[in-house]
């Protein structure tokens, strides 16, 4: 019965080193299991603010790209409106140069009619001698 109580004590003594070998190589994997996790997370975690870094510029290019746009669509309207304006102020100036005028023409017409009635008429029927006759 030796021989089996002895046999029995080292297979419990191998098997002991053998979970020891165990424990060892699964803190072992688990090391290189949480290491491999850890940096695969830190190059996601790069990866992901490259894209936000990448994303953030390409929103501020086309924000850009919109701002001048829209600036250059306001001047074009700006002038256009500015050019719209001088050819407005032109055309009421014209015809605010023109209705002067035929209103001076016509004050000059009726003060000409009215000095014409004031002046004596002489026996040929002229109404002045520096005008021709206008009788018919």
Known sequence: MLKPAILAAVAAVALAGCQEQIDRQADRQADRVGNAMAEDMDAAAANVSSSL?????????????????????????TSRAADDLADQIRRHGDRAVGDV???LQRAGASLRDRDRAREPVDERGYDRTDQRDERR
């Not at 870094?53 to 309207?77: C, F």
């Open 53 to 77: 870094d990448n994303l953030g510029d390409a929103i501020r290019g086309q924000a850009d790209r919109v701002g001048e746009s829209a600036v250059d669509e306001a001047a074009n309207q």
């Open 101 to 103: 005028g035929a209103a």
